[in-house]
């Protein structure tokens, strides 16, 4: 698990990063609260799992992974719609 936590903090960064540059200003905003938590958990060097503590500290970590999973969720539903959009607008 340890060797995705950084990729997919990258990832992101470089994503929110490009709603930023290309002026997508409420994907942009969406974005940042994710952005900041993980430069944040990243600062504090409490990115990476211990595989020895796993079972003690399960309950947040179960929450926290939900949570994330809700983020890319409702993330992929409003670029699916937006592309949509595009497309119709293209379209037209």
């Known amino acids: 698990m340890n060797q995705f936590v ?16 290309s002026g997508e200003w409420v994907a942009f905003f969406f974005n940042v609260p994710l952005l900041a938590y993980n430069v ?33 969720l409702i993330s992929f539903f409003y670029y699916l719609y937006r592309m949509i959009l595009a497309l119709i607008a293209e379209d037209s």
């Open 6 to 21: 950084l990729p997919e903090g990258i990832a992101h960064a470089f994503l929110t990063f490009l709603f930023l540059i």
């Open 40 to 72: 944040n958990k990243l600062m504090k060097k409490n990115h990476m799992y211990d595989a020895t503590e796993i079972f003690r500290t399960m309950g947040p970590q179960k929450n926290e992974t939900f949570l994330r999973l809700g983020f890319y």
